[in-house]
């Protein structure tokens, strides 16, 4: 049986992860070419790096959702033996799949953070055309968002499968050899 406690827990990572992934693609950098006060050349200013430490939040809750489900489950290929049957093929399919959404979300929950975290530097002196401002695209924090909703859908729903897949698994109480007569 699937512990309530774990789900619970999970559950409540997962939406706090959604919640900081929306949020930092609300509050993502942008940035503004200005010129210095003598009118020389032109540099970015960015405006607040809230949306960073967001999308880190996220992946932090999200790593540590996606530990709690792998460390109940026994990372689904450690521990007793499952029950052959449809709640075990089901639990396999989940956990690709789970695993699958987990690494993309994380993936781009990192390069978001990444990439909003660097700003450049450059300046141009004396010329026309102004530097090159480079900020996160926008959409990377929302699907960092969208892949960590449905991680947070398939990681419950492969952690009951597999929950039900093990616990109707009882090995034979038999004999396991073949039973020989005595021979006359």
């Known amino acids: ?42 540099y970015c200013v960015y405006d607040s790096d809230i949306s ?4 880190v939040g996220a992946f932090l809750f999200l790593m540590a959702s996606q530990a709690i489900i792998m460390v ?4 689904f290929c450690c521990g007793k033996a499952l029950s052959p049957g449809g709640s075990r093929a089901c639990a396999l399919v ?29 300046t141009t002196i004396f010329s026309e055309n102004p530097p090159s401002c480079q900020t996160v695209r926008k ?3 929302a699907a960092g968002a969208a892949f960590t909703f449905f991680t947070g859908i398939l990681s419950p729903l492969y952690y009951i499968s597999y929950s039900k897949s093990r616990g109707s698994f009882s090995p034979y109480g038999g004999e396991a050899g073949v039973g020989l007569g005595s021979y006359k």
């Not at 960073?52 to 999308?55: A, F, I, L, Q, V």
Request: net charge positive; aromatic share 14%.
């Open 72 to 75: 109940a489950s026994r990372c």
């Open 1 to 42: 049986m699937a512990s309530k406690l774990v789900m619970i827990v999970a559950c409540i990572f997962d939406v706090i992860a959604f919640g900081l992934a929306v949020a930092a693609e609300q509050r993502r950098s942008t940035a503004t070419t200005t010129k210095d006060s003598e009118q020389n050349y032109n």
């Open 139 to 141: 959409g990377v924090f």
């Open 94 to 122: 989940l956990f690709v799949f789970c695993w699958v959404t987990f690494i993309i979300a994380e993936a781009c929950l990192l390069a978001g953070s990444v990439r909003n975290a660097y700003h450049t530097k450059y």
């Open 52 to 55: 960073t430490g967001y999308g």
